[in-house]
């Protein structure tokens, strides 16, 4: 069974451009996470989703990103008209129909630099 | 709001040591706690999932415990080795099913 897939791995871009990050979950997971890591900083939780639904946004800045699960192919978290504190490394985590008591497991990321 | 500490920020051991992690968090009301190990540049790996009814799990030479009532986890290494230097860190599930996550402890194990 392959793991959580993110591409790309690395992802360098210029002020005002888009990064859409992708995130395939373990085959058979319905629930997908979005985590942002800050240099020299822990992890923060963005957002939660289900297929076709947003479930938790509380994390997501107000402006320029969002995160969609289709019901059909990969997560994708969208981050417009980036800006030089953008540069973070991004985790997707997926977990198992059961929810809140499951393992969420984590794909190695991908690691935005703003130029 | 859920805040998670992790004490030490940074440890470094000779081989063969056991060692404590300590990690500590504000609002008992969790459905879990999760152990993960971060190398650098790359992603995270489960270590032990404990659900909030249970007080501990052992995985190899690591244990850990979960004190609800008191807001505390530990994370036992046995006889540590060069290949567990790392980022341990330690999360845990509340409301939502979001992971609130601490800044972890970089553990260098000596040779």
């Known amino acids: 069974n392959a793991g959580v897939m993110q591409n790309p791995r690395h992802l360098v871009r210029r002020r005002g451009q888009e990064a859409r990050l992708r995130c395939s979950p373990v085959k058979g997971h319905s629930h997908v996470y979005w985590y942002r890591q800050l240099p020299e900083e822990g992890l923060k939780f963005m957002v939660y989703l289900q297929k076709e639904n947003i479930i938790d946004e509380s994390g997501m800045p107000k402006e320029r990103f969002s995160a969609e699960f289709p019901k059909e192919g990969p997560s994708i978290l969208r981050i417009q008209q980036v800006v030089r504190g953008d540069s973070a490394a991004y985790f997707c985590?997926?977990?198992?129909?059961?929810?809140?008591?499951?393992?969420?497991?984590f794909g190695p990321g991908t690691r935005l630099l703003v130029l | 709001k859920q805040e998670v500490t992790q004490i030490p920020a940074a440890l470094s051991v000779p081989e063969g040591e056991n060692l404590v992690l300590n990690c500590s968090f504000t609002?008992?009301?969790?459905?879990?706690l999760q152990w993960f190990r971060q190398d650098p540049g790359k992603g995270l790996t489960s270590l032990l999932l404990i659900q909030s009814s249970q007080r501990e799990q052992t995985s190899g030479r690591l244990n850990a415990s979960l004190d609800k009532s008191s807001g505390r986890s530990t994370l036992y290494i046995a006889a540590s080795q060069p290949g567990d230097s790392a980022t341990y860190l330690c999360?845990?599930?509340?409301?939502?099913?979001?992971?609130?996550f601490g800044e972890g402890t970089q553990l260098t194990v000596n040779p």
């Open positions: 609002d008992s009301a969790i459905y879990n």
């Open positions: 999360a845990v599930g509340t409301s939502g099913s979001r992971l609130t």
């Open positions: 985590a997926s977990s198992p129909p059961g929810g809140k008591q499951e393992t969420q497991y």
